[in-house]
């Protein structure tokens, strides 16, 4: 058994869980965090992603164990209390869900793009940056848009801090 | 996933001797390619000893001849280091193409070598410039490391620290990938070394893993430019053959991807 301490979405949690157990089953089976999803047994699909200390990582794809001390957030650490965060407001807006299965994920890495690269995104670029998530119902189009928009309202409000 | 128990050594040295004090016991660097293997439970190592967090294999050295990367460093790291792309911008191109974002802030170097997947990126970098991959037992000439689909020199239990790439006067690295896995169907790592010399290697296509186009070479030491492989073709024998490509189809993108490689050396 692996005792493993990790800051999620801020909060500081404990488990101890098999040495074998995935980052994901922590965050879903003990810590209830469900909103990150689990959509194949390959590493492909990308509706797991989470943000490791910062950056992107396929939560499917690390254990528990390797995580032990690290700031760990999660799609339900994006919103502060009821204002969503400008990237999923953007999926609300431009309609870039359908079942909604994907978009954990989509959030996650998007969120992620635009923090490694600023804002604003052109297509390209993040029609590549989404090379790691699937979607099978919307043929990605209103995900990119919602991206798109996100990123330059991003890029505004930072340079409007500035 | 079967059950395994899990190690964090501190250093180098630990890690050796924990692996020698395991019954089948197996390194874990970035887990992009171990861990899946797990999940499917075509592995089940009994112990993992993480090597991700050792200092010892960290880090990107530039000398006015060769950029030396630590085992431990990650896709993302190279692929953005201003370092590599001002002394061998193929590589951190390369670096770049692997998978997709969250498989690059994780997977690594050392792990892409160990493994020696006949469609991964890394090795046609090492073959194409003539690394030398450097261990906790010895230094492997590249010409020796790759030794055939997921088979390399390595012995039980000796762990990769560093590459050394020596700089070239020129290189491009042009990869077909496969839409779905985005792994190389074909890839090809083309380069003038300083002396002038041509070395030209290909992944993705093998049968026996990446190889050095011999006749691509010879051709381009004549006349290096694209025009030059006009009439070059590949022997679809060596090739490999799966519902993503036939040989034929294989042994053409080589020739392909050779000349775009070498297109992209002007640029
Ligand atoms: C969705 C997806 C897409 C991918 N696409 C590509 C692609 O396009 N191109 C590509 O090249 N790769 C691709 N990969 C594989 C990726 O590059 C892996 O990161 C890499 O192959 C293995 O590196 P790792 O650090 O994750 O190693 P691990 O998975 O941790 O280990 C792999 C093997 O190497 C051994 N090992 C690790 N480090 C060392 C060391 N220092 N010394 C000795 N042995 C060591 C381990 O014991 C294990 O046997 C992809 C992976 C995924 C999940
Ligand atoms: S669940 Fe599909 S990549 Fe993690
Ligand atoms: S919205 Fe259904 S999978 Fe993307």
């Known amino acids: ?23 994901v089953q922590l965050l879903r ?42 700031a760990v957030t999660t799609i339900e650490g994006l919103a502060v209390g009821d204002e969503l965060h400008p990237v999923q407001a953007a999926f609300r807006e431009h309609h870039g869900l359908q079942c909604g299965f994907c978009t954990p994920g989509m959030i996650m890495s998007a969120v992620d793009m635009i923090n490694r690269l600023g804002g604003p995104l052109d297509e390209e670029t993040i029609r590549h940056e989404l090379e790691g998530n699937i979607c099978r119902c919307t043929g990605y189009h209103n995900i990119v848009k919602a991206i798109e928009a996100a990123s330059a309202q991003m890029a505004g409000l930072s340079q409007a801090a500035e | 996933m079967y059950e395994t128990t899990y190690h964090r050594p501190s250093t180098l040295a630990e890690a050796a001797s924990l692996f020698s004090g395991a019954s089948e016991a197996r390194f874990l660097a970035g887990g992009q390619t171990l861990l899946p293997t797990m999940k499917q439970r075509l592995a089940a190592p009994t112990d993992l000893i993480d090597l991700s967090r050792l200092a010892e294999l960290k880090g990107i050295e530039v000398t006015a001849d060769a950029v030396t990367i630590g085992a431990g460093t990650t896709h993302a790291t190279v692929a953005t280091s201003a370092e590599v792309a001002r002394a061998i911008p193929a590589l951190a191109k390369l670096a770049g193409l692997v998978g997709d974002p969250a498989v690059r802030h994780l997977g690594t170097l050392g792990g892409s070598l160990a493994n020696n997947d006949p469609a991964a990126d890394y090795p046609a970098a090492v073959l194409g410039l003539g690394a030398t991959v450097h261990t906790t ?10 030794q055939g689909l997921f088979t390399t020199a390595l012995e039980e239990g000796e762990i990769i620290t560093r590459v050394s790439f020596p700089i070239p006067a020129r290189a491009d690295y042009q990869k ?20 002038g010399s041509i070395r030209v290697a290909v992944t993705g296509a093998g049968s026996d893993g990446v190889f050095r186009a011999e006749a691509i070479e010879a051709a381009l030491a004549a006349n290096p430019t694209p025009s030059a492989l006009d009439g070059v073709s590949i022997d679809p024998a060596g090739m490999l053959a799966d519902i993503h490509g036939s040989a034929a189809y294989r042994a053409n993108l080589v020739t392909v991807m050779a000349k775009r490689a070498v297109g992209g050396w002007a640029g």
């Open chain 1, 1 to 23: 058994m692996a005792k493993v301490s990790l800051t999620v979405n801020g909060k500081a949690l404990t488990a101890e869980v098999e040495d074998r157990t995935l980052l």
């Open chain 2, 176 to 195: 077909f990938r496969h839409p779905a896995s985005r792994y190389a169907l074909t890839a090809v790592f083309a380069a003038q070394m300083k002396d």
């Open chain 1, 29 to 70: 089976d003990v810590f209830g965090l469900t909103g990150t999803h689990v959509g194949c047994d390959t590493s492909q699909c990308g509706a797991c992603v989470i943000h490791l200390d910062g950056r992107a990582v396929k939560s499917c794809t690390l254990l528990a164990a390797q995580a032990d001390g690290a």
């Open chain 2, 137 to 146: 037992k010895r230094s492997i000439a590249a010409e020796e490391y790759f």
